[in-house]
């Protein structure tokens, strides 16, 4: 600021009226500080911030974001501590939930004692290492800010350790993907949280909580006091309590010694080198079919939306053995199918691309037609639509239960087909819970079929025991004109084309 007279002074913030701070020596002067001055001319300041409050920026060293987690984690009055133990909550949870959820989270170690005499970063980092007042464990030989872990999210640097925080999560890390950050921050994950992930949380929380305790010994005075573990001890327990969840004394936890890439094990940092282990539950996405039809592998619904339409969270949406809608990865589908273990779909596999047609109505005179297939028009004529399904579908559903599935509408220009699925669910009852999923189709000029094949089935009945039956197809030289049909559970098939005519004929138990 430049005054009246044209001299420039200094435009800080007042200071507190029971303030300890005193002036130093004369300007231009090097004034040695014990590191609590720092802490103290912060809680000194008078100040309330106007908008959004990001981070003390000013403190001259390049730990000065660790620093100023230090700070606001130990000292009550710290200007942003507010804002910072949101920022520090999220992050313990993202490394809780990771194995959970499947957070794409990786840590790294780096020993800066050892990379500082080929790295003038590390040698400077080396060189100014922060003052391990405020340290929660100590390392032997060394001092417990020379080795740290850097994590990464998705290969992006999110935030590091420390010795004196646990965590320090970065400035602008990009946790892309993670419900409980915004775009610009972290925040605290309470309401991004199930009530089964609140009580996984809280039980590895009080884990973390302990470790702290075990490795503080070192550190405490004669009776047994340190004021820094009990500050980060007592966040920990405000951090458990707000989740308001119960907390199991034998937390179940990876059993991965190495979830994050490296083995995280200096000091209480052991704590975080295991996340809660996800454990196996019976798949809620599992296909319930016909109760006569059995022997097909399982076949999962994999869809994103479930949990929206079943008004869940993507952790609470169990897939298969140890993953959820939220923890599922690619090669995990991949892997599952290789071992045909189960079969894995999206809803969308379930419909073929295209809507074919007849462009007569009533063309299968007794067969079985969905709901609103009678009222289906193109260029003002009734038509016969040709069920736009994977045929996989029949593995598990017996035509007339799949019928009673379906349902055809129109909406404008198109025709929507909507199938009820009925799913394992997450209802705890022996009942499928419903999922209906929809595709729409345009009536397309060129998918209109002007002839139909001979079809037949003989005998023409059904009674109990008997287990012969014989499918004839025909297509009467249409070819592409018309459509192909294949019998499904078709016990002997054999095919042969006579001039342009292809034929089929099979034996059939149903």
């Known amino acids: 600021m430049v005054s009246a007279n044209q001299q420039s002074a200094l435009l800080l913030p007042k200071l507190k009226d029971d303030c300890d701070v005193r002036s130093g020596k004369p300007p231009g002067e090097w004034d040695y500080q ?46 942003i501590r507010e804002q910072v133990i949101p920022l520090w909550q999220g992050m313990l949870a993202a490394i809780a939930l990771a194995e959970v959820r499947g957070l794409p989270l990786q840590a790294k170690l780096l020993q800066l004692a050892e990379k500082r005499s080929r790295h003038a970063f590390a040698r400077s980092a080396w060189e100014l290492l922060p003052d391990a007042t405020n340290a929660l464990y100590t390392l032997k030989d ?129 704590a975080l080198n295991r996340p809660v282990k996800a454990e196996s539950q019976e798949s809620n996405v599992r296909l319930v079919g016909s109760l006569d039809k059995s022997g097909a592998l399982p076949l999962l619904i994999v869809d994103a939306e479930i949990a929206r339409y079943w008004n869940e969270t993507s952790p609470s949406i169990w897939v298969y053995r140890d993953r959820n809608l939220a923890s599922l990865r690619p090669e995990d589908i991949k892997s599952w199918q290789e071992s045909r273990e189960v079969i894995c779909l999206e809803s969308k596999d379930l419909f073929l691309p295209e809507l074919g047609f007849i462009d007569k109505e009533a063309i299968f005179p007794g067969g079985l037609l969905p709901e609103g297939a009678a009222t289906l028009t193109f260029n003002g004529n009734r038509i016969t639509p040709l069920i736009p399904l994977n045929p996989i579908l029949l593995n598990y559903f017996t035509p007339e239960d799949l019928i009673r599935r379906l349902k055809f509408s129109v909406v404008g220009s198109q025709v929507n087909l909507a199938i009820d699925l009925p799913l394992s669910g997450v209802k705890g009852s022996k009942a499928p819970q419903n999922y209906r999923v929809t595709k729409s189709y345009p009536l397309k000029e060129e998918n209109a079929l002007e002839e139909v094949p001979v079809l037949e089935v003989w005998p023409n009945f059904r009674t109990e025991g008997w287990k012969e039956y014989y499918g004839f197809y025909y297509d009467a030289e249409f070819g592409q004109e018309t459509f192909k049909v294949n019998f499904p559970d078709a016990q002997e098939i054999h095919e042969f084309r006579e001039k342009e005519g292809s034929y089929q004929l099979v034996r059939l138990e149903q």
């Open 34 to 79: 014990q590191p609590a001055a720092f802490n103290n001319i912060a809680s000194s300041l008078d100040y309330r911030a106007p908008g959004e409050t990001k981070s003390v920026s000013s403190v001259p060293t390049i730990w000065a974001r660790p620093l100023s987690v230090e700070m606001a984690l130990h000292n009550d009055a710290y200007p």
């Open 142 to 270: 060394k001092e417990p800010w020379e080795d740290i872990y850097l994590f990464s999210w998705s290969g992006q640097p999110v935030g590091m350790t420390s010795p004196s925080t646990l965590v320090v999560p970065s400035e602008e890390g990009k946790w892309t993907g993670l419900p409980w950050w915004n775009g610009k921050h972290l925040e605290a994950p309470h309401r991004y949280l199930n009530d089964m992930e609140k009580v996984q949380l809280a039980s590895w929380l009080d884990h973390l909580g302990k470790e702290v305790r075990n490795h503080s010994g070192a550190l405490r005075d004669a009776k047994g006091n340190s004021k820094p573990i009990d500050r980060i001890i007592g966040l920990i327990n405000s951090y458990i309590d707000s989740l308001g969840a119960r907390v199991e004394q034998n937390v179940k936890l990876s059993d991965s010694a190495a979830f994050f890439g490296e083995d995280i094990n200096r000091g209480s940092l052991i």
